[in-house]
């Protein structure tokens, strides 16, 4: 997790958000902005994807999946609301963010300066709320199965972390393509949304562990009788 966070930091030292932006936009805008791949598939449909599968983990604290093993109520639990969590964080920290969207940059058309979305409390002089990529959050709000399901199963577990990744990426380019966001809005998402499910993985242990022994020693119990 360190490592990831150097890295991140590592290419917003760099200055390579406008670079990668000019790729797709100008001073007329972004000509993809609209595109039905990037904003009606990728942005619009992938919304109802990540909606899709929060139902399904939803469903599954209290419908079990029984092809991934026996997951314990509190560990279904906890993956749900770990979910909601990062799905609430990352909404909170636009609203907190001065920083603005490369469609609302002079260089592409409009009247914001760009700014480090590290200078605190600094007005690019666009209408900010745009760090970190809200879209991301979509996807990377679900890191949260990649722990809960290596409990019971490591092959889910990593199938469920490469559909995020792979959900997650899509995206990000998409957002990216369109203007909507600097790739390291999208990679700051991953990284929050990674860390807040780690952290409170490992904060809900003395209990998800407690639970998964009064299930060892109750099982053999009941076939006793």
Same mark, same amino acid.
């Given at each position: 997790? !360190?490592?990831s966070?150097l890295?991140?930091?590592a290419?917003d030292?760099s200055?390579?958000?406008?670079a990668?932006?000019r790729?797709f936009g100008? =001073?007329?805008?972004?000509?993809?902005k609209?595109?039905?791949?990037f904003?009606?598939v990728?942005?619009?449909?992938?919304?109802?994807?990540?909606a899709a599968a929060i139902?399904?983990?939803?469903?599954n604290?209290?419908?079990?999946?029984t092809?991934v093993?026996l997951m314990?109520r509190?560990t279904?639990?906890w993956?749900f609301?770990?979910?909601?969590?990062?799905?609430?964080l990352?909404?909170?920290?636009k609203q907190?963010?001065?920083t603005?969207?490369?469609w609302?940059m002079v260089e592409?058309?409009?009247s914001a300066q760009?700014?480090?979305?590290?200078a605190?409390?600094v007005?690019d002089?666009?209408?900010?709320?745009?760090?970190?990529?809200?879209?991301?959050?979509a996807?990377f709000?679900?890191?949260?199965g990649?722990? =809960?399901?290596r409990?019971?199963s490591?092959? =889910? !577990?990593r199938?469920?972390?490469?559909?995020v990744?792979?959900?997650g990426?899509l995206?990000?380019?998409a957002?990216t393509v369109?203007?909507a966001?600097?790739?390291?809005h999208?990679?700051w998402t991953?990284w929050?949304?990674f860390?807040t499910?780690?952290?409170l993985?490992? =904060?809900a242990?003395?209990?998800?562990?407690r639970r998964r022994?009064?299930?060892r020693?109750?099982?053999?119990?009941?076939?006793?009788?």
């Amino acid at each position: 997790m !360190a490592l990831s966070f150097l890295a991140v930091l590592a290419w917003d030292a760099s200055g390579l958000d406008m670079a990668v932006e000019r790729w797709f936009g100008n =001073a007329q805008g972004f000509s993809l902005k609209s595109h039905w791949l990037f904003a009606q598939v990728l942005h619009e449909g992938g919304r109802w994807v990540s909606a899709a599968a929060i139902v399904v983990v939803l469903i599954n604290v209290y419908r079990p999946w029984t092809f991934v093993g026996l997951m314990n109520r509190p560990t279904r639990i906890w993956w749900f609301a770990v979910i909601v969590i990062c799905l609430l964080l990352i909404p909170t920290l636009k609203q907190l963010s001065t920083t603005s969207c490369p469609w609302d940059m002079v260089e592409f058309g409009r009247s914001a300066q760009h700014v480090s979305h590290w200078a605190l409390g600094v007005s690019d002089g666009g209408p900010g709320r745009c760090f970190p990529s809200g879209h991301a959050s979509a996807a990377f709000s679900l890191f949260g199965g990649w722990f =809960a399901l290596r409990g019971t199963s490591r092959q =889910a !577990a990593r199938y469920w972390l490469t559909g995020v990744l792979v959900c997650g990426l899509l995206f990000s380019v998409a957002q990216t393509v369109r203007g909507a966001h600097y790739p390291s809005h999208s990679m700051w998402t991953a990284w929050v949304c990674f860390a807040t499910s780690a952290l409170l993985w490992h =904060a809900a242990q003395p209990l998800l562990i407690r639970r998964r022994t009064e299930i060892r020693t109750w099982w053999p119990k009941f076939f006793r009788r």
